[in-house]
Every structure is written in structure tokens, then in C-alpha cells.
């Protein structure tokens, strides 16, 4: 079996002070060695010009990074626009995302689906690009079906997607089942699972509400009966995270890609302990 890749995602800082801090994150996370760092496109896909500033310094230090796209809200012309920037910047890894519809979004817009995305990022660019795109072992929050969203997910890949990073989760037969289904289609991208340390539960819970991702009772219940034991919370979380990335590994997972929330502490305790 390959060795496994190991990925981490940051989010574009908002302040000057957000920047310097992810510097020094940045700085400690690439001891670690990742594949590569990915950068998302802020909240509610509002800006691009971030993602991408954030992608030149990650390059400019001697480390691979992917941008995030959205198509929500772009047109082919202002796509066509960022793939150009993205080029002539030498960057070849992309994560292309449908995004997060705006509150009362209609059907408008020039892309609707992320295999749309695909398609015209083939079309425009042929394989300059490694694309990753999104999975969901647990469903994505708004598709009718596990069975439609698996159809969804058959597109993107047909559309042209190299592979795919999931969204959170922590219980791995979800993943394991959604390979399997997803083999089953005569798909053999590689479906590299998504890891979210846990260190804070308000913002876990928050977070998992919005996106759809279950925390099993028994963890959800533990969490909970730390109160604001903040290092109770995050040893208890350790282990929780650590024994599913365990799980994942062993059972053929081709990578994982962790979440870092722009934060240095919980990244590097869990890829200690993979690596130990």
C-alpha cells in the first residue's frame, strides 16, 4: 500500500494581525511536512483575492498549496479570470467546490453544481489542474437522498476530478460505506477523509450542526460533561480523533486532510501521536 498523504487546510485571514498569526501556525504546521496546504475562500464564498494571497505566501515558502473555488455567484468570465491568475501563478492543485448558497439565493448564477465547475475547469485549462473535490460520507445537508448524493458525488468525478477530501466526520464505518458505494459506481478516485480535531465543544457543535456532521452520542455526551474544562475537552478529543485516524489508516484510507481551523496545537498532538 502507498504512504499515505497528510494535508492541511487554513482559512484566509480577515486582519493584518489574523495574517501574522497563521504565519507563525503556517510556520510550525510545515515541520510536519504536509503534501501540500489548501486554503479555503472565507465564509460564504465572499472572496477569492484572500484564498489567493494566502496560496502565493504558502508557495513563496517553499511549500505546495491549493486553493478553494467557488462557483457560487461566478461567471464563466470571472472563473476564467481566476484559473488565469491561478496559472500564470504556477499553482497545479485545485479543491473545486460548489460553495455555500448566500441566505435567499435563487437559481441564479452561470454554475450551479460543483461538476459544472469540473467540466468548465477541464475545458479551460485541460490537466493543468489536479482537482479535488468535496464527498460526504454522512450526506451533504441538502441532497434528497443518500443515493442522489452519491450520483452527485459519480458527476463531479466524471466531470474530471482527480480525487476527493470528505467532509468531517467520527465514525468511520460512514466513510468505509461510502467508498464502498462509491466503488461500486466503478469509481477509483482516491477519497482522502477529512479530520477535525476537537478542541472547543460549543464551536464543535455549532459547526456540526451547520455541515451536517453527526457526533456520536457517547462523544457528544462526554464533551458535554466537561463543562469548561478546556483540557479535559481536548485530551478527551485527542483520543477520540486519534483512534479514528487509526482506524481510517488501517483500513486503506488513502490520506488525511486536517482541518486546522488556523491553529497550530491540535494538528501537530494528533500527527505526533499517528506518527509515534
Not at 460548489?98 to 475545458?123: C, K, M, T, W
Not at 463531479?156 to 460505506?177: E, H, L, M, R, S
Amino acid at each position: 500500500m502507498e504512504t499515505p498523504d497528510f494535508s492541511i487546510e487554513f482559512f484566509p485571514p480577515k486582519t493584518a494581525e489574523g495574517a501574522d498569526k497563521l504565519r507563525v501556525v503556517r510556520q510550525k504546521l510545515a515541520e510536519l511536512h504536509p503534501k501540500y496546504f489548501s486554503v479555503t475562500f472565507g465564509a460564504g464564498g465572499t472572496t477569492q483575492q484572500g484564498t489567493l494571497q494566502t496560496v502565493l505566501e504558502i508557495q513563496s515558502e517553499g511549500h505546495e498549496a491549493a486553493p478553494h473555488l467557488s462557483c457560487i455567484g461566478g461567471t464563466r468570465e470571472s472563473i476564467r479570470d481566476i484559473l488565469k491568475q491561478f496559472q500564470d501563478a504556477g499553482i497545479r492543485r485545485l479543491v473545486a467546490l460548489r460553495g455555500d448558497l448566500p441566505s435567499g439565493y435563487g437559481a441564479g448564477g452561470e454554475f450551479r453544481y460543483a461538476n459544472e465547475l469540473v467540466e468548465f475547469i477541464r475545458q479551460e485549462t485541460g490537466d493543468w489542474f489536479r482537482i479535488e473535490v468535496a464527498a460526504y460520507p454522512e450526506m451533504h445537508p441538502q441532497a434528497r437522498s443518500p443515493q442522489d448524493d452519491l450520483q452527485n458525488f459519480a458527476r463531479k468525478v466524471q466531470a474530471g476530478a482527480n480525487a476527493a477530501i470528505t467532509q468531517y466526520f467520527y465514525n468511520p464505518d460512514a466513510y468505509f460505506q461510502f467508498v464502498d458505494n462509491v466503488r461500486k459506481l466503478g469509481i477509483e478516485v482516491p477519497i482522502v477523509a477529512g479530520i477535525m480535531p476537537i478542541t472547543n465543544y460549543t464551536q464543535l457543535m455549532r459547526f456540526s450542526d451547520m455541515c451536517g456532521a453527526e457526533i456520536p452520542r457517547w462523544v457528544r455526551l462526554k464533551l458535554a460533561s466537561f463543562g469548561d474544562d478546556s483540557a479535559s475537552i481536548k485530551a478527551f478529543g485527542l483520543d477520540v480523533v486519534t483512534a479514528l485516524c487509526e482506524r481510517l489508516l488501517a483500513g486503506g484510507a488513502p490520506g488525511l486532510h486536517f482541518y486546522s481551523m488556523n491553529q497550530a496545537a491540535a494538528t501537530t498532538a494528533l500527527w505526533q501521536r499517528l506518527r509515534g
